[in-house]
């Protein structure tokens, strides 16, 4: 134990001496610092060249962000967009959707819509049932009998319907128009820019997402040579604290 304590105090000497020499050495070189350079105010409030009123302070570059690419749409060149769906199929609300989201980036695109129309003999067939619809109707609700004028009395069924006005004109509404609405359904999203077909729900069988009709019309365009112009410019200013 005598032995450890004797080497924990050397230790300490050791330390001790060392710390001596180093602030003697530190104000050695203090005391000559001063002797050859006493002239100088050690305080560093004075500047090389000038007094503090003279100094212009050097304020640090204000920062940019890197030059950033924004792409300009020359809307008055582009060619029109056309939409032709089937409107008993309810494609309407369809095209208004795909209108506003491809307005958002083309806003001076031209875009028309309208009614895809069917095969001409299911429209002729159609046009033909409408007409029959307004006949019957009439025939029920005034209660008259054309059959009488032809010598051909008066149908059992023609009395049931005089009978039962109600129920036999809602029926004759509603068989009609389902015939109507089969006949000139046709089921279609057709698009076109200019006269380029871009998109057929007749051959696919579906209808684009609003993502793939972007890009449908973007690499069109570009076949074109209309599509967007880019220039550069600078990012937002951001003043340096």
């Not at 199929?89 to 369809?94: F, L, R, S, V």
């Not at 001076?108 to 003999?121: F, L, Q, R, S």
């Not at 046009?127 to 025939?139: D, N, R, V």
Request: hydrophobic letters at 40%.
């Amino acid at each position: 134990m005598f032995k450890v304590g004797l080497i924990i105090l050397g230790v300490f000497l050791v330390l001790s001496t060392c710390d001596v020499v180093k602030e003697d050495e530190h104000f050695h070189d203090k005391d000559e610092f001063q002797a050859e350079f006493g002239d100088e105010d050690s305080d560093g409030n004075q500047f090389s060249e000038g007094t503090e009123d003279d100094h212009i302070e050097v304020r640090e570059q204000s920062a940019f962000v890197q030059p950033k690419t924004v792409a300009v749409n020359n809307g008055k060149d582009l060619p029109p967009l056309t939409f032709l769906y089937c409107v008993s199929c309810g494609y309407k609300q369809a095209f208004d959707q795909f209108s506003s989201v491809i307005r958002e980036k083309y806003p001076n695109i031209k875009i028309d819509g309208g009614n895809y129309p069917p095969v001409a003999w299911k429209a002729y067939v159609a046009q033909a049932i409408s007409f029959a619809k307004i006949f019957i109707l009439a025939i029920i609700m005034f209660g008259s009998n054309p059959f009488a004028n032809f010598g051909y009395g008066y149908p059992a069924i023609l009395q049931h319907a005089h009978n039962n006005k109600m129920s036999t004109c809602m029926m004759v509404f509603m068989l009609s128009n389902l015939a109507e609405q089969t006949l000139i359904s046709t089921g279609a999203f057709e698009i076109y820019l200019d006269a380029e077909q871009l998109w057929s729900k007749l051959e696919s069988g579906r209808v684009p997402s609003p993502p793939e009709l972007i890009q449908l019309i973007d690499a069109q365009l570009a076949i074109l040579g209309k599509g967007q112009a880019r220039v550069e410019g600078f990012g937002d200013f951001t003043p340096s604290a």
